[in-house]
């Protein structure tokens, strides 16, 4: 049975343990052996053992049951966002944005309010002022799609958004520029703004179907602009790729 044979650190306690549940020793939902098992079976003390438990826990791999003891919820450790991003490309991206912003989009129709309606046409304004200057348009931009889906009620799409969204604005600029078509219809001329007016007027009009189709077809239209001959995308490395996909 492996054990850690260098010195007791949490870490490598860590790995060999996620290394046995990858390997199917525990299946998902079972129950891990107490921490004095453990720790003997490690090689490794009582509190070495705790600790990676609690590293487990926070990857997602291991849950704590008060009184009831430590469970297997992953087979394996979770990518963090900033390593799924770098390993996607542009299409990853795009299909990514669309099945959070068209649900949102439809969910929005259906159970925004009047303070939610009015973030919307806000950040819809403020985004048709800032379109010579890409960082700005590139905030603009985020924070009208933000707002509806924030308008959509529910959490975890807004979580997902979030936790989506900051990480890769640094490349969504840096694409704009090197597409260097800035200005022109496919990105921030009057053709895409019309989509987004068209998306908020769905909302207004509280259209799910026509709100959901609407914010579908832009990014659709838009991942079309960016992976075509001459878009400056291509297959460029995901570093990038998403910087394109994720702003507009």
């Known amino acids: 049975m492996a054990q850690v044979h260098r010195s007791s650190l949490a870490d490598q306690a860590a790995d060999v343990l996620l290394e046995r549940i990858r390997a199917g020793e525990w299946a998902l939902g079972s129950k891990l052996p107490g921490e004095t098992t453990l720790a003997a079976q490690l090689g490794v003390g009582r509190s070495t053992a705790r600790e990676a438990i609690r590293q487990l826990a926070g ?4 849950t704590s049951r008060q009184g009831s003891g430590v469970f297997v919820t992953a087979l394996d450790a979770r990518d963090d966002w900033d390593l799924v991003l770098r390993r996607s490309d542009i299409l990853a991206v795009i299909e990514a944005r ?14 925004r309010t009047p303070a939610d309606l009015r973030a919307i046409r806000r950040t819809l304004a403020a985004r048709a002022v800032h379109r010579d200057d890409i960082a700005a348009h590139v905030d603009a931009d985020t924070a009208f799609h933000r707002a509806v889906v924030q308008a ?3 959490p ?16 969504m600029i840096e694409m704009l520029r090197l ?15 019309d989509h987004h007016v068209d998306l908020a007027d ?5 259209d799910a179907a026509r709100a959901a189709t609407v914010a579908r077809a832009h990014l659709r239209s838009l991942g079309e602009a960016l992976t075509s001959p001459g878009s400056g995308s291509g297959s460029r490395p995901a570093s990038a790729a998403p910087g394109a996909g994720a702003n507009l």
């Open 156 to 171: 975890i799409l807004l979580e997902l958004f979030d936790g989506f969204t900051p990480r890769i604005r640094p490349a």
């Open 98 to 111: 669309t099945a959070i912003e068209a649900e949102s989009a439809g969910l929005a129709a259906t159970r």
């Open 202 to 206: 769905a909302i207004a009009a509280r």
């Open 59 to 62: 990857l997602g791999v291991l």
């Open 152 to 154: 959509a009620g529910n």
């Open 179 to 193: 597409r260097g078509s800035f200005g022109s219809n496919d990105f921030s001329g009057s053709q895409d703004h």
